[in-house]
């Protein structure tokens, strides 16, 4: 740990500015806060909760478009000014949500331009920063920023119930909007810095001679296949996590104590961020991956049938909250692994076109599974399935082809 120490001297204003962005950037915010705002809108608009999980699934999937566009934007302009406009901009376009009307189309609309402003708050940037400042305990750099989003993921639930409760749902999402404006933007413009070579026009256009060809990268099978896996475990996830209140209101539990068994999930988050970053530095990522994605799997198990308590739904909360944490650490460490850092921003923004296609699609698709058999059992299962199945396909991805 002696050449990350030496690291974190140097570049620990970088990582506390990317927890800071990506926290209250649009993977943390909405993600964790969607679930909570689904019976104020159902009762102001008469939305079912799948329509209210539709602006979630809109966004997710106007990333795909979004996410290569801030990669682009990085490399023409650099990282740091990126992520300072698309902090500002996401922040005031999510305030914005409190002027929500009863026309839907305007309110998925409203999801699709903050996904187009707030695609600079995504991983794809923070891991580009970061990936230039640390070599040695890059994964554990990584699991540093990625855990703003635990951070969110612990507070924010409560956090909006409390707004929603004491405010009223227009006041919780202004308050709730404002938090990315006067918390990460300040830290952002002043931490944060790209090391040298890594600012606009850097990238994999001038990567020094023998690093590998970004061409050849979509042709590589290992791309596909990381590809597919994230596309099934960000669907599994996405879909256990923001109906994760909704199930527990359907199972007789108060509105507070689901939202702390929400919170309950996010300090798993939390805990999967801060252990699975170092670990990947030691350990083989797959095997990582499939141990965590498995459990999960398992755990959502645990939530099938009528007869469950709190304790059964902390087990699960802690193991979906495990795997949640440790995909935004295992997802960039892969691309840097296996695509080098020349190309990581490239592979990430390709890849997580996958993983946010099926964060899309899966809040969406386990609300609609839920109306269809009129029960959690079936989208459950079919959870749990998906997690297994990740797993056990990047086990397949053999030795790191990157040497930096």
Same mark, same amino acid.
């Given at each position: 740990?002696?050449?990350? +120490?030496?690291?974190?001297?140097?570049?620990?204003?970088?990582?506390?500015?990317?927890?800071?962005?990506?926290?209250?950037?649009? /993977?943390?915010?909405?993600?964790?806060?969607?679930?909570?705002?689904?019976?104020?809108? !159902?009762?102001?608009?008469?939305?079912?909760?799948?329509?209210?999980?539709?602006?979630?699934?809109?966004?997710?999937?106007?990333?795909?478009?979004?996410?290569?566009?801030?990669?682009?934007?990085?490399?023409?302009?650099?990282?740091?000014?990126?992520?300072?406009?698309?902090?500002?901009?996401?922040?005031?376009?999510?305030?914005?949500?409190?002027?929500?009307? /009863?026309?839907?189309?305007?309110?998925?609309?409203?999801?699709?331009?903050?996904?187009?402003?707030?695609?600079?708050?995504?991983?794809?940037?923070?891991?580009?920063?970061?990936?230039?400042?640390?070599?040695?305990?890059?994964?554990?750099?990584?699991?540093?920023?990625?855990?703003?989003?635990?951070?969110?993921?612990?507070?924010?639930?409560?956090?909006? !119930?409390?707004?929603?409760?004491?405010?009223?749902?227009?006041?919780?999402?202004?308050?709730?909007?404002?938090?990315?404006?006067?918390?990460?933007?300040?830290?952002?413009?002043?931490?944060?810095?790209?090391?040298?070579?890594?600012?606009?026009?850097? &990238?994999?256009?001038?990567?020094?001679?023998? +690093?590998?060809?970004?061409?050849?990268?979509?042709?590589?099978?290992?791309?596909?296949?990381?590809?597919?896996?994230?596309?099934?475990?960000?669907?599994?996830? /996405?879909?256990?996590?923001?109906?994760?209140?909704?199930?527990?209101?359907?199972? &007789?539990?108060?509105?507070?104590?689901?939202?702390?068994?929400?919170?309950?999930?996010?300090?798993?988050?939390?805990?999967?961020?801060?252990?699975?970053?170092?670990?990947?530095?030691?350990?083989?990522?797959?095997?990582?991956?499939?141990?965590?994605?498995?459990?999960?799997?398992?755990?959502?198990?645990?939530?099938?049938?009528?007869?469950?308590?709190?304790?059964?739904?902390?087990?699960?909360?802690?193991?979906?909250?495990?795997?949640?944490?440790?995909?935004?650490?295992?997802?960039?460490?892969?691309?840097?692994?296996?695509?080098?850092?020349?190309?990581?921003?490239?592979?990430?923004?390709?890849?997580? &076109?996958?993983?946010?296609?099926?964060?899309?699609?899966?809040?969406?698709?386990?609300?609609?599974?839920?109306?269809?058999?009129?029960?959690?059992?079936?989208?459950?299962?079919?959870?749990?399935?998906?997690?297994?199945?990740?797993?056990?396909?990047?086990?397949?991805?053999?030795?790191?082809?990157?040497?930096?």
């Amino acid at each position: 740990m002696t050449g990350f +120490r030496t690291e974190v001297a140097k570049g620990w204003g970088v990582l506390v500015a990317s927890a800071a962005g990506f926290g209250l950037g649009m /993977s943390g915010l909405p993600y964790y806060t969607s679930g909570v705002f689904v019976e104020p809108l !159902n009762k102001a608009f008469g939305w079912s909760a799948t329509q209210v999980q539709g602006g979630l699934t809109v966004e997710l999937l106007t990333n795909m478009a979004s996410l290569p566009l801030a990669a682009w934007l990085a490399k023409r302009f650099g990282p740091r000014r990126v992520a300072i406009g698309s902090v500002a901009l996401f922040s005031l376009s999510y305030m914005a949500m409190a002027f929500t009307n /009863s026309a839907l189309w305007a309110f998925y609309l409203h999801w699709m331009e903050i996904s187009l402003v707030g695609a600079g708050t995504l991983t794809v940037i923070w891991t580009q920063v970061i990936s230039g400042w640390f070599v040695k305990g890059r994964g554990a750099a990584l699991a540093c920023a990625m855990l703003g989003s635990g951070l969110t993921a612990l507070c924010a639930p409560v956090l909006a !119930n409390s707004l929603i409760a004491g405010l009223g749902w227009r006041l919780a999402y202004a308050g709730l909007g404002a938090l990315p404006l006067l918390v990460a933007l300040p830290l952002i413009y002043i931490l944060l810095h790209e090391r040298a070579g890594e600012g606009a026009g850097a &990238g994999a256009d001038s990567a020094p001679p023998g +690093r590998l060809d970004p061409a050849p990268m979509f042709g590589d099978w290992r791309f596909w296949l990381i590809g597919f896996a994230f596309l099934l475990v960000g669907a599994a996830v /996405s879909g256990v996590i923001p109906n994760l209140v909704k199930l527990l209101r359907f199972h &007789g539990f108060s509105r507070s104590a689901a939202a702390g068994s929400a919170s309950l999930l996010g300090l798993f988050v939390v805990v999967g961020r801060l252990g699975c970053g170092p670990l990947l530095d030691r350990v083989w990522v797959s095997a990582v991956a499939a141990v965590i994605f498995t459990l999960a799997g398992l755990s959502t198990l645990l939530l099938r049938g009528a007869a469950f308590d709190a304790f059964t739904v902390a087990i699960a909360a802690a193991a979906v909250g495990l795997a949640a944490g440790a995909e935004l650490d295992i997802l960039p460490y892969i691309a840097s692994r296996y695509f080098g850092v020349a190309r990581v921003g490239a592979a990430l923004a390709g890849l997580s &076109g996958f993983f946010y296609c099926g964060s899309a699609l899966g809040p969406w698709g386990f609300s609609w599974l839920v109306d269809a058999a009129k029960g959690y059992d079936l989208p459950l299962a079919l959870a749990a399935g998906m997690m297994g199945v990740s797993g056990a396909s990047l086990l397949l991805l053999g030795r790191y082809r990157a040497t930096d």
